[in-house]
Nanobody, 114 residues
């Protein structure tokens, strides 16, 4: 069955960095666009970043441009989200999502606080 398993979250100080990973299985990862979403307390879930199947095209929400980088390793069936210069407003549960399959990972907490 389809599985998306996120890892790499945690507590970090403002200005710090984290790298999230999403390990995929149960489908042909290399043929699928992958995305990262986040949901902060009391807010709607929002699309953070998107990467096409080959990795040749990426898109970001305006608030993370220049700070976050989405990438993928199709040999490892894994998509990453490198988050630099983190701000308290980046605090949220981050989700990996495969749109063509309409499948979500379980989510992972990222907290940016001093």
């Amino acid at each position: 069955q389809v599985q998306l398993v996120e890892s790499g979250g945690g507590l970090v100080q403002p200005g710090g960095s984290l790298r999230l990973s999403c390990a995929a299985s149960g489908f042909t990862f290399s043929l699928n666009t992958m995305t990262w979403y986040r949901q902060a307390p009391g807010k709607e879930r929002e699309l953070v970043a998107r990467i096409t199947s080959s990795g040749g095209s990426t898109n970001y929400v305006e608030s993370v441009k220049g700070r976050f980088t989405i990438s993928r390793d199709n040999a490892k069936n894994t998509v990453y989200l490198q988050m630099n210069s983190l701000k308290p407003e980046d605090t949220a549960v981050y989700y990996c999502y495969a749109p063509a399959l309409d499948y979500w990972g379980q989510g992972i907490q990222v907290t940016v606080s001093s």
